[in-house]
């Protein structure tokens, strides 16, 4: 009975043991609000798309400006501010190389963004693939639908410039999963090469409405486009005008899709 009992506990013992290790081998994806992420990789390597942390509805936002930890690379998708958002002062407080359209990150070296991380290593356009994070990672640049000016603000007005194509990300982690951040954009039926040529695992899918895609919209393109296993809904609910719910998509979604619906801050592990 003893031993019986001895054999019992440890067992336990080396199953707790186990668990950090297990952590350590899943790419873990948080929830920013609006169009911000963080990603993590199994090799302990960070990446923020679109950080706009101060968003109105992550009460944490100036907590993670000012004190944002390990940021390896952040990843813009197009040039409004609401993408954009606090991207240069992170860049100076993580020494965080960019990854951007060519002409949006000559803009924002202009701006303030350390010139010494903005490289070739990391601008580039629509179909081209580069490797980050010592190989952890590959990310290619996909189409989006959408527009992208770059706000100047000045005697109490605010105009936009040219801020390059739109644009989306699919993030190949290696021994992880492949993730398509769609940035801003309607559902458009390239999106079906997309997956033809770079399969999904996890689509981040802009389902607010107005300014991107509703649900109906981002279900058509989840349901027959992009079919990836796991969907996460973002761009929606930061303003009056973004509509659109994660239980309208669930709605329109086929059977067998894992919707995951992030509260802000919250993280999915894979």
Request: charged share 20%; proline share 6%; aromatic share 6%.
């Amino acid at each position: 009975m003893l031993r019986s009992l001895i054999s019992v506990l440890v067992a336990g013992l080396l199953a707790l043991t186990a668990l950090p290790a297990l952590a350590a081998d899943q790419t873990r994806i948080t929830w920013l609000g609006h169009a911000a992420f963080k990603i993590e990789t199994p090799a302990g390597g960070v990446m923020l798309i679109d950080p706009w942390l101060t968003n109105p509805k992550n009460d944490k936002g100036k907590e993670l400006v000012a004190e944002p930890g390990q940021v390896d690379y952040i990843l813009l998708t197009h040039a409004h501010p609401d993408h954009v958002g606090n991207t240069i002062e992170l860049a100076k407080k993580t020494g965080a190389r960019l990854v951007a359209p060519f002409e949006l990150g000559k803009q924002l070296a202009k701006r303030g963004y350390p010139d010494e991380q903005v490289g070739m290593d990391g601008l580039m356009n629509i179909g081209g693939e580069i490797a980050i994070l010592d190989g952890q990672v590959k990310v290619l640049m996909t189409q989006a639908v959408h527009s992208s000016g770059l706000a100047n603000n000045g005697k109490g007005r605010s105009t936009h410039t040219y801020g390059s194509n739109p644009i989306g990300y699919r993030i190949q982690v290696t021994g992880g999963p492949s993730i398509y951040h769609a940035g801003d954009t309607d559902v458009f039926g390239d999106m079906e090469l997309i997956r033809k040529l770079s399969p999904v695992d996890i689509m981040l899918a802009p389902i607010g409405g107005h300014f991107t895609m509703g649900p109906e919209r981002a279900a058509y393109a989840i349901n027959r486009l992009i079919q990836p296993e796991t969907v996460i809904p973002m761009h929606y609910g930061t303003f009056p005008v973004l509509e659109g719910t994660p239980a309208d998509l669930e709605a329109n979604l086929h059977e067998g899709v894992d919707l995951r619906t992030l509260e802000i801050n919250d993280t999915a592990a894979f």
